[in-house]
T-cell receptor, first 112, second 108 residues
Framework: KAGVTQTPRYLIKTRGQQVTLSCSPI?????VSWYQQTPGQGLQFLFE???????NKGNFPGRFSGRQFSNSRSEMNVSTLELGDSALYLC???????????FGPGTRLTVT | AQRVTQPEKLLSVFKGAPVELKCNYS??????LFWYVQYSRQRLQLLLR??SRESIKGFTADLNKGETSFHLKKPFAQEEDSAMYYC??????????FGAGTQVVVTP
């Protein structure tokens, strides 16, 4: 089975812009979660989607949003980018009911 | 509020020596606990989970509900064990919370 894929792998944006990141889960996995990884805050949960519905949400401002499509692919959007949004954004998929998450390689976002 | 604490940012051990990575948690319900590992230039991956009670790559972890701990142990460290290790707790909603991580460096 192909693993979780994320596009793009690297992104450079300017403050105030918006960005959309994409994640394709493992085939058959209907749950997709997003995490932000930074040296200072570590791995922080953003949100989880299952069957096109947001199931869980972390403590992030409303500028961070996501969605999931009928094929389970997910996108994450960050609007009005701030310098502090620079991070590695990880996507993970799992089979509902299983605690095991399969992670993608991440998208490295740099905000200048 | 749930919390996962990994008190050691860095653990340096010699090859062949035992290694123990500490993880403490706070959670009001029955947690599901995991250890994830990230090797250099590789993606984050599951190492083991408490409910399976198995040993992976020589690592074991026992859930101690009394001490609210889930420490990871290996009797004889190998150089290939050098990596970043994260303890994680999944709540009843399926939300996964990670500790800050422990960088393990195994020197020959």
């Amino acid at each position: 089975k192909a693993g979780v894929t994320q596009t793009p792998r690297y992104l450079i944006k300017t403050r105030g812009q918006q960005v959309t990141l994409s994640c394709s889960p493992i085939s058959g996995h209907r749950s997709v979660s997003w995490y932000q990884q930074t040296p200072g805050q570590g791995l922080q949960f953003l949100f989880e989607y299952f069957s096109e519905t947001q199931r869980n949400k972390g403590n992030f401002p409303g500028r961070f949003s996501g969605r999931q499509f009928s094929n389970s692919r997910s996108e994450m959007n960050v609007s009005t980018l701030e310098l502090g949004d620079s991070a590695l954004y990880l996507c993970a998929s799992r089979v509902m009911g299983s605690g095991e998450q399969y992670f993608g390689p991440g998208t490295r976002l740099t905000v200048t | 509020a749930q919390r996962v604490t990994q008190p050691e940012k860095l653990l340096s051990v010699f090859k062949g020596a035992p290694v123990e990575l500490k993880c403490n948690y706070s959670y009001s319900g029955s947690p599901e606990l995991f250890w994830y590992v990230q090797y250099s230039r590789q993606r984050l991956q599951l190492l083991l989970r408490h409910i399976s009670r198995e040993s992976i790559k020589g690592f074991t972890a026992d859930l101690n509900k009394g001490e609210t701990s889930f420490h990871l142990k290996k009797p004889f460290a190998q150089e290939e064990d050098s990596a970043m290790y994260y303890c994680a707790l999944m709540d009843s909603w399926g939300k996964l919370q990670f500790g800050a991580g422990t960088q393990v460096v195994v020197t020959p």
